[in-house]
């Protein structure tokens, strides 16, 4: 068995290698509640409520919390009615105090402010009640079933995500220990294998367990350190079962419990350092490095078990997980990507100039020629192959290798649907889709909440060009994100706030002050440009269009004969020349789209007005 010493070592050379991942994973489970908690605790990342404090809740230390309560012991004492004044009191008092604070969190208007002022006002809990009573006629029942709905979500919550995200971080910190890179994609290994609700029930008995140990006098103790390796175990092999997993750690920890007692003291100092610090060095430090350093721990204790032929320890049975595969077992199971890689796009038109600029950053091409579109199918492949090149290198998992199936394995390389170039005549095809969609749902929004049909947007055509041109924009500049879900998401976001906040401001300019939308009072705006409800639910369309909506109606367009196609195009093009040329001198204003006096009076919208451009 290694010393404590050479353990750490090997943990800080896979921190190096890996620091901005660990600390992620750490900092996920210190939000979560999952482990490393305390380390938050210091910094006081928890907001104050204080501010909201009221004659109801004098002198609380945390005003939203007391006033939640509040409304809560009224309800479970049967004061429905005492209930439901408090909590509109309380969010009354939340929006006048908004009023005079950071504009950015206003709580006045929109979809986010409203769940914000209910939820911490109690207002939705008094909602549901009110709805219970009515359904089953007795308000101790409804009370009963609320209490035990709650209950529920938040076992749920725990079950399925705080309890297992222990399972997740051994995972990544194993792999880590052998590999170059880690993807974040490995952190949903566990649906990959189809084994969440199993290791969910694994992680839910060894808390079972500990809990009625630590009723005992040092039964908790023990215990802890017996069902100490389970989550380690779970990562390995996550198709064991929950009896299994306990008793192979007790097994591996017998006649260790004080050495690991021990490699735990050893970490004291850095708790220390914590403390000084404000628990900075944990978050950034002392966490992932501890996490990574009983890694190291149980990779050794196991390598013993192999070794001893200890009983059980035939199911940990990831071999690759420890070691990097031979040539041989890479090539049998990634001799399709190999393949490719060798072959290589020789046989496919390969592009340059303005065409290769427009395919390769844009993702758009000039012409819809069958070379192009050979071109662009190459392009998809080398993207898959992209993402198995770094297990062929024996720089990431050999997920092929695993010994627990994983749903994603292929044999064959295929086209990624949603990382398509579109042709030049779809682009603008799709800039006047999304505008024409863009009216609808901003015309739709207002027969619903005013009872009228408005022409919404300065311009007097059906469309919205500020959706079309950030849908477009979407796909153009953000091209070389689409792979990466989650960058591409953070992209759509802030694109489309420079794109919000800068139309706003122009148009402000241009018009001699008059504004065509305005989200002060919204949570969270920026001088009344953007707000972060509307930005979200860019965020959410956005996603929606590059993965979803422009290939499918790029499927369609591509059907489109191109003596219909282009003649179709250049007749938009016109109309929409002709309507700015127009609308530049006699714009369209009034009721519903810069009257913000009369809109002001309807502000409880179901879905806010994002823009109106």
Same mark, same amino acid.
Request: net charge neutral; proline share 4%.
């Given at each position: 068995?290694?010393?404590?010493?050479?353990? *750490?070592?090997?943990?800080?050379?896979?921190?190096?290698?890996?620091?901005?991942?660990?600390?992620?994973?750490?900092?996920?489970?210190?939000?979560?509640?999952?482990?490393?908690?305390?380390s938050?605790?210091?910094?006081?990342?928890?907001?104050?409520?204080?501010?909201? @404090?009221?004659?109801?809740? +004098?002198?609380?230390?945390?005003?939203?919390?007391?006033?939640?309560?509040?409304?809560?012991?009224?309800?479970?004492?049967?004061?429905?009615?005492?209930?439901?004044?408090?909590?509109? @009191?309380? *969010?009354?008092?939340? %929006? @006048?105090?908004?009023?005079?604070?950071?504009?950015?969190?206003?709580?006045?208007?929109?979809?986010?402010?409203?769940?914000?002022?209910?939820?911490?006002?109690?207002?939705?809990?008094?909602?549901m009640?009110?709805?219970?009573?009515?359904?089953?006629?007795?308000?101790?029942?409804?009370?009963?079933?609320?209490?035990?709905?709650?209950?529920?979500?938040?076992?749920?919550?725990?079950?399925?995500?705080?309890?297992?995200?222990?399972?997740?971080?051994?995972?990544?910190f194993?792999?880590?220990?052998?590999?170059?890179?880690?993807?974040?994609?490995?952190?949903?290994?566990?649906?990959?294998?189809?084994?969440?609700?199993?290791?969910?029930?694994t992680?839910?008995?060894?808390?079972?367990?500990?809990?009625?140990?630590?009723?005992t006098?040092?039964?908790?103790?023990?215990?802890?350190?017996?069902?100490?390796?389970?989550?380690?175990?779970?990562?390995?092999?996550?198709?064991?079962?929950?009896?299994?997993?306990?008793?192979?750690?007790?097994?591996?920890?017998?006649?260790?419990?004080?050495?690991?007692?021990?490699? @735990?003291?050893?970490?004291?100092?850095?708790?220390?350092?914590?403390?000084?610090?404000?628990?900075?060095?944990?978050?950034?430090?002392?966490?992932?490095?501890?996490?990574?350093?009983?890694?190291?721990?149980?990779?050794?204790?196991?390598?013993?078990?192999?070794?001893?032929?200890?009983?059980?320890?035939?199911?940990?049975?990831?071999?690759?997980?420890?070691?990097?595969?031979?040539?041989?077992?890479?090539?049998?199971?990634?001799?399709?990507?190999?393949?490719?890689?060798?072959?290589?796009?020789?046989?496919?038109?390969? +592009?340059?100039?303005?065409?290769?600029?427009?395919?390769?950053?844009?993702?758009?091409?000039?012409?819809?020629?069958?070379?192009?579109?050979?071109?662009e199918?190459?392009?998809?492949?080398?993207?898959?192959m992209?993402?198995?090149?770094?297990?062929?290198?024996?720089?990431?998992?050999?997920?092929?290798?695993?010994?627990?199936?994983?749903?994603?394995?292929?044999k064959?390389?295929?086209?990624?649907?949603?990382?398509?170039?579109?042709?030049?005549?779809?682009i603008?095809?799709?800039?006047?889709?999304?505008?024409? %969609?863009?009216?609808?749902?901003?015309?739709?929004?207002?027969?619903?909440?005013?009872?009228?049909?408005?022409?919404?947007?300065?311009?007097?055509?059906p469309?919205?060009?500020?959706?079309?041109?950030?849908?477009?924009?979407?796909?153009?500049?953000?091209?070389?994100?689409?792979?990466?879900?989650?960058?591409?998401?953070?992209?759509?976001?802030?694109?489309?706030?420079?794109?919000?906040?800068?139309?706003?401001?122009?148009?402000?300019?241009?018009?001699?002050?008059?504004?065509?939308?305005?989200?002060?009072?919204?949570?969270?705006?920026?001088?009344?440009?953007?707000?972060?409800?509307g930005l979200?639910?860019?965020?959410?369309?956005?996603?929606?269009?590059?993965?979803?909506?422009?290939?499918?109606?790029?499927?369609?367009?591509?059907?489109?004969?191109?003596?219909?196609?282009?003649?179709?195009?250049l007749?938009?093009?016109?109309?929409?020349?002709?309507?700015?040329?127009?609308?530049?001198?006699?714009?369209?204003?009034?009721?519903?789209?810069?009257?913000?006096?009369?809109?002001?009076?309807?502000?409880?919208?179901?879905?806010?007005?994002?823009?109106? +451009?």
């Open positions: 068995m290694p010393t404590r010493k050479e353990m *750490k070592r090997r943990a800080r050379r896979a921190l190096k290698r890996h620091y901005i991942m660990y600390v992620a994973i750490c900092l996920i489970a210190a939000y979560t509640g999952s482990e490393f908690a305390s938050l605790d210091a910094l006081d990342v928890t907001p104050s409520a204080g501010y909201y @404090e009221t004659e109801t809740r +004098l002198e609380s230390p945390s005003g939203i919390n007391e006033g939640f309560a509040d409304v809560m012991f009224d309800l479970l004492e049967g004061d429905e009615e005492d209930g439901r004044t408090l909590s509109e @009191e309380i *969010k009354a008092e939340e %929006i @006048e105090e908004s009023k005079s604070g950071n504009p950015a969190l206003g709580r006045t208007r929109g979809v986010l402010a409203g769940l914000v002022n209910n939820v911490t006002s109690g207002s939705i809990v008094v909602s009640l009110a709805a219970l009573h009515s359904l089953t006629g007795s308000e101790n029942l409804a009370i009963l079933i609320l209490i035990l709905l709650g209950t529920a979500v938040l076992f749920s919550m725990w079950f399925f995500f705080v309890n297992i995200f222990k399972v997740i971080s051994r995972r990544v194993l792999e880590g220990r052998i590999y170059e890179k880690v993807p974040f994609q490995r952190m949903l290994f566990l649906l990959r294998v189809k084994k969440w609700t199993k290791v969910s029930c992680m839910f008995l060894v808390s079972l367990y500990q809990m009625l140990w630590s009723l006098i040092v039964g908790g103790v023990i215990k802890y350190f017996s069902y100490y390796l389970v989550p380690y175990i779970a990562a390995e092999n996550p198709d064991i079962s929950p009896r299994e997993a306990i008793n192979l750690s007790r097994r591996l920890m017998k006649g260790r419990k004080w050495e690991c007692f021990v490699f @735990e003291v050893s970490f004291f100092p850095w708790l220390l350092l914590g403390v000084v610090t404000l628990g900075l060095t944990e978050v950034l430090y002392s966490n992932p490095y501890r996490a990574a350093a009983f890694s190291e721990y149980y990779a050794d204790i196991r390598a013993e078990a192999k070794k001893a032929h200890m009983k059980g320890s035939e199911l940990l049975n990831d071999t690759y997980l420890y070691e990097m595969p031979e040539d041989e077992l890479i090539y049998l199971a990634y001799e399709d990507v190999i393949s490719a890689l060798i072959r290589g796009p020789k046989d496919v038109l390969k +592009l340059s100039g303005v065409r290769k600029f427009f395919a390769d950053y844009l993702g758009v091409l000039l012409t819809n020629s069958k070379k192009e579109k050979e071109y199918q190459m392009q998809a492949r080398l993207v898959k992209e993402l198995l090149k770094d297990a062929v290198d024996r720089k990431a998992y050999p997920s092929r290798l695993s010994a627990v199936p994983e749903v994603e394995k292929r064959r390389i295929e086209t990624i649907h949603y990382l398509r170039h579109y042709s030049i005549w779809s603008i095809l799709l800039f006047f889709i999304f505008s024409v %969609i863009g009216w609808t749902w901003e015309v739709s929004l207002h027969l619903v909440t005013d009872g009228e049909f408005v022409n919404r947007g300065v311009l007097h055509g469309w919205l060009p500020i959706y079309g041109a950030g849908g477009v924009l979407i796909l153009m500049l953000l091209n070389r994100l689409r792979k990466r879900p989650v960058l591409e998401f953070v992209g759509i976001v802030v694109l489309c706030g420079c794109v919000e906040y800068t139309t706003s401001l122009v148009l402000e300019i241009l018009h001699d002050g008059e504004r065509w939308w305005d989200y002060s009072g919204y949570f969270l705006n920026l001088n009344g440009r953007i707000c972060a409800e979200l639910v860019f965020g959410i369309g956005g996603i929606a269009i590059v993965y979803m909506l422009a290939p499918l109606l790029d499927n369609q367009i591509q059907r489109i004969r191109s003596w219909i196609l282009i003649p179709l195009c007749m938009l093009l016109t109309g929409f020349a002709i309507d700015n040329i127009y609308s530049a001198q006699y714009p369209n204003s009034g009721k519903g789209i810069t009257d913000y006096e009369e809109k002001a009076a309807c502000s409880q919208y179901i879905y806010p007005p994002y823009t109106y +451009l």
